[in-house]
């Protein structure tokens, strides 16, 4: 019986559908190692928006409307970003560090956590 709930618990797991992203957005991620990443698209826990955290309110950030995340620093409740939006202002937020990403690259579908990141750089583009 055990091992039937657990055999059905993978089965509908895997059937799930990956996460959409938009791939009009490019993105170059620069990974902690320092290495630069060509991406196109992008989906943070399965969503096309950051859940960031500003004292106790949470906001949804569109990706469409940000211009580059830094990475400042990494505490217990999180990560410390700044985030520069479009158009031209700057917010110091936090973001959860197990944020998960997906992307997409010329070889294949990539994922990463937002704390293994230094910096997305994202531009509206052909997504090539």
Avoid: W
């Amino acid at each position: 019986m055990r091992k039937g709930i657990i055999l059905s618990s993978v089965l509908l797991l895997s059937m799930a559908e990956p996460a959409k992203v938009n791939t009009q957005l490019s993105l170059k991620v620069v990974d902690k190692e320092g290495i630069t990443h060509q991406l196109k698209g992008i989906s943070c826990n399965g969503k096309t928006y950051l859940k960031v955290k500003e004292g106790s309110i949470e906001y949804a950030v569109p990706f469409d409307d940000i211009k580059h995340i830094k990475v400042i620093s990494q505490k217990e409740n999180g990560l410390e970003v700044d985030v520069e939006l479009k158009g031209g202002s700057k917010k110091r937020i936090k973001l959860d560090a197990n944020t998960y990403c997906t992307s997409m690259s010329e070889l294949g579908r990539a994922n990463f956590y937002m704390k293994d990141v230094r910096d997305i750089f994202i531009d509206k583009g052909d997504g090539r």
